[in-house]
Nanobody, 115 residues
Framework: QVQLVESGGGLVQPGGSLRLSCAAS????????MGWYRQAPGKQREMVAT???????NYADSVKGRFSISRDNAKNAVYLQMSSLKPGDTAVYYC?????????WGQGTQVTVSS
């Protein structure tokens, strides 16, 4: 049974930082491309950042220079370090694992950026 469990969300003031974590189980983690996606109310889910099995990274233009994705294959975990947060970053953040059409999602964690 595949599980992706996100943690680390919460309420933060504009300009603040948060670190999201995603713990994976039930998959051969090192071969999967891992990603963070987000969905704000009334909007479609969008890619935030991805990291491949070879540690290649890709970021949405809106988060470049502010967010950083990393993975720890020994812990079956992927992280999203978010800095200089803006109210527009408010969304539910989802962890994703994909490998050759095998696609899994976590349940999401809420990030709210507000003063």
């Amino acid at each position: 049974q595949v599980q992706l469990v996100e943690s680390g969300g919460g309420l933060v003031q504009p300009g603040g930082s948060l670190r999201l974590s995603c713990a994976a189980s039930g998959i051969i983690f090192p071969v999967y491309t891992m990603g963070w996606y987000r969905q704000a109310p009334g909007k479609q889910r969008e890619m935030v950042a991805t990291i491949t099995a070879n540690d290649g990274t890709n970021y949405a233009d809106s988060v470049k220079g502010r967010f950083s994705i990393s993975r720890d294959n020994a812990k079956n975990a992927v992280y999203l370090q978010m800095s200089s947060l803006k109210p527009g970053d408010t969304a539910v953040y989802y962890c994703n694992a994909v490998f050759v059409g095998d696609d899994h999602w976590g349940q999401g964690t809420q990030v709210t950026v507000s003063s």
